[in-house]
């Protein structure tokens, strides 16, 4: 595949929507510069008033991960205007500076991104030249991406299928519950394992009977977690796989049918099982680098039940802007996608 080369910040933009697979807003975007090629991308929500210095230190320090960085190329998502020579989040900005400098990176080039134009962060905002953001659609990457069957969605708002919810699922998926509490522990676990590793190793969905086992085993926590740990195909510690912390590599195209399945399972489960998989799903997005995406599978997952703890205990890591360690390393990130730090 032929290297893309950017050259404008039409391109920049191009190339931030496509990585992340939507268009940011009221983000900041810094991606990695080293002998004049790109890095890793990162994305994160605006700070709030008072907290730029902590923030800064965070963006920094996941930054620096990747060792070979030079430099810093960011960009400003806002729909806050200028006022003259002030600058939207100038506060950010300046300690990010003094943050990478610590780290002995620099900042390249900033941008500006308002809704309707793009312009120089630094500029002059009365001299400066200010582009359009419908130049993105004409861009050399962006024609480039698009030919490679990318697309850039407008939000990273998750959507799911229509699940059936309070359907015949529910008394199916009760006394399936019912027949596992009456097994032996370790059977139970075995028998789960089983039809899992069925499921994974499968090209197609699984028909109902075994859709609804799933539901079931989902809803003991110890069965759930040896399931999620399963997921990556890596045989390491259970705690270690499932806070994305191992030396192998995930099987990333087994991770992405896992998800698939789940979802199918969420739009086969009555509300009140439906937290599990929602929580799995969200776990699935994290270690893939899609924070913000992450948290809102786990929105769902406590709207579906308030009190499902490791959903409430999950959303709290990732609210932190914990990233998956998979994704700070390139031999283990996930494709090249760019990382979001809710």
Not at 27 to 56: F, M, Q, W
Not at 148 to 163: C, F, H, Q, V
Request: net charge negative; aromatic share 8%; charged share 20%.
């Amino acid at each position: 595949m032929e290297p893309l080369t950017i050259k404008t910040p039409a391109d920049v933009l191009s190339f931030v929507g496509h990585t992340l697979g939507f268009w940011p807003h009221e983000s900041l975007v810094c991606i990695t510069l080293a002998d004049n090629h790109v890095g890793a991308t990162l994305r994160v929500d605006l700070p709030k008033p008072s907290t730029e210095n902590s923030y800064a230190k965070m963006v920094a320090g996941y930054l620096s991960h990747d060792t070979s960085a030079e430099g810093v190329l960011f960009a400003v998502y806002t729909s806050e205007p200028g006022n003259g020579d002030h600058k939207p989040h100038a506060a950010t900005i300046a300690a990010l500076t003094g943050a990478l400098a610590e780290r002995g990176l620099t900042i390249r080039e900033g941008l500006l991104v308002g809704d309707q134009t793009v312009s120089q962060y630094d500029g002059d905002p009365q001299k400066g030249v200010r582009l359009p953001l419908s130049a993105t659609q004409s861009s050399q990457i962006n024609a480039e991406f698009v030919y490679r069957g990318s697309t850039i969605e407008p939000t990273n708002r998750i959507s799911l299928p229509a699940s059936i919810k309070e359907s015949q699922t529910l008394d199916a998926v009760e006394n399936r519950v019912a027949a596992i509490q009456g097994l032996r522990h370790w059977d139970a676990m075995a028998q789960a394992r089983t039809l899992w590793t069925e499921m994974l190793a499968a090209k197609t969905y699984p028909d109902d009977e075994q859709t609804i086992r799933l539901i079931a085993n989902l809803q003991f926590p110890a069965i759930r977690d040896q399931l999620m740990a399963d997921i990556p195909g890596i045989d390491e510690p259970m705690d270690r796989i499932l806070l994305a912390q191992t030396h192998g590599k995930p099987q990333w195209s087994r991770v992405e049918w896992a998800e698939q399945l789940l979802v199918h399972a969420y739009t086969h489960s009555a509300t009140v099982h439906s937290a599990p998989s929602l929580t799995a799903i969200a776990f699935i997005n994290w270690w893939e680098g899609r924070g913000s995406k992450a948290h809102q599978f786990l929105e769902l997952a406590l709207e579906a039940d308030p009190n499902y703890r490791l959903a409430r205990l999950s959303d709290q890591m990732i609210g932190t802007g914990m990233i998956a360690g998979w994704s700070m390393d390139k031999g283990t990130a996930y494709r090249d996608r760019g990382l979001e730090a809710s």
